[in-house]
């Protein structure tokens, strides 16, 4: 098992920039695809961001691509989300996420996350 710490959400303006951060500990990372998954008042879990165990691969929602950035140190078994042109749709709950590699092709189904953190809160300001 895997136990999942995330920190650095907080309050900012549109066009700003975040960085969350996932702590891991008792697995490491590179043992896992690892995702970072978002949820707003009232509305349904929505896939961010993943990167794969195996060739560190990252997939990223529509509505974040090129803004957002997932990235992963092995050797400080972290995980990362680099937030940048922040909008105020952005606003949400973040949640670190990890599953087996083996766990089917799509990494955007949220189901399919065995392990999450407590999630950390991201507000941005119009």
């Known amino acids: 098992q895997v136990q999942l710490v995330e920190s650095g959400g907080g309050l900012v303006q549109a066009g700003g920039s975040l960085r969350l951060a996932c702590a891991a500990s008792?697995?490491?990372?590179?043992?896992?695809?690892m995702g970072w998954i978002r949820q707003a008042p009232g509305k349904k879990r929505e896939f961010v961001a993943a990167?794969?165990?195996?060739?560190?691969?990252?997939y990223y929602a529509n509505s974040v691509k090129g803004r957002f950035t997932i990235s992963r140190d092995n050797a400080k078994n972290m995980v990362y989300l680099q937030m940048n042109g922040l909008l105020p749709d952005d606003t949400a709950v973040y949640y670190c996420?990890?599953?087996?590699?083996?766990?089917?092709?799509?990494?955007?189904?949220?189901?399919?996350?065995?392990?999450w953190g407590q999630g950390t809160q991201v507000t941005v300001s119009s």
């Open positions: 008792g697995r490491t990372v590179s043992s896992y695809d």
């Open positions: 996420s990890a599953r087996p590699p083996g766990a089917g092709s799509d990494v955007s189904d949220d189901d399919r996350y065995n392990y």
């Open positions: 990167i794969r165990s195996i060739g560190a691969w990252t």
